[in-house]
């Protein structure tokens, strides 16, 4: 069983508030917007981190942290990215990998809005955590964790925080 806390759109932030919310989590999955390779560091030495690069990274991030992260966790594959939906729909570069790759669990953020639902047309749980940085234009805060065990995803948990 993995324990895993996803968070996006930290914009160079991790408040202390957003450490204690993933504290008990293994590993955390960063869906862009890290802010800084200092940060991701920062990250990466409270968990072990998985993540992409943002919009807002910089070129030294995007060297380092990629676009796309497709892994497997327990028996689910999943797809990590920063910008994965507009308008309600997938951009064509995301819909491609999903198609080609076929993940259970898609992450991304950007929107800054907590999204979570299943989509059944490409049979996967579909997860935005939001924003938890301090910055931008969201007015709250938000992050995510659950439990993966083998298949079972259970006990999805979200936490805001007013900005």
């Not at 869906?31 to 991701?40: N, Q």
């Not at 939001?130 to 439990?147: K, M, N, S």
């Amino acid at each position: 069983m993995r324990r895993i806390g996803i968070i996006s759109d930290t914009h160079g932030t991790f408040p202390e508030d957003v450490r204690r919310f993933l504290a008990e989590v293994d590993e955390i999955w960063h869906a862009g917007d890290i802010g800084s390779l200092e940060l991701a560091a920062e990250i990466a030495d409270f968990k072990p981190l998985r993540g992409v690069h943002g919009n807002i990274d910089d070129y030294s991030m995007r060297y380092s942290y990629p676009t796309f992260q497709c892994f497997e966790c327990e028996e689910r594959r999943v797809l990590l990215t920063h910008i994965g939906m507009q308008g309600g729909r997938y951009i064509p570069a995301v819909a491609e990998k999903i198609r080609s790759l076929k993940p259970d669990i898609f992450v991304c953020g950007h929107s800054h809005i907590l999204k979570i639902f299943y989509d059944q047309k490409f049979d996967l749980l579909n997860i935005n955590p939001g924003a938890c940085g301090l910055y931008g234009f969201h007015r709250v805060r938000t992050a995510v964790r659950f439990e993966i065990d083998g298949r079972d995803v259970r006990n999805l948990e979200v936490v805001d925080w007013k900005r």
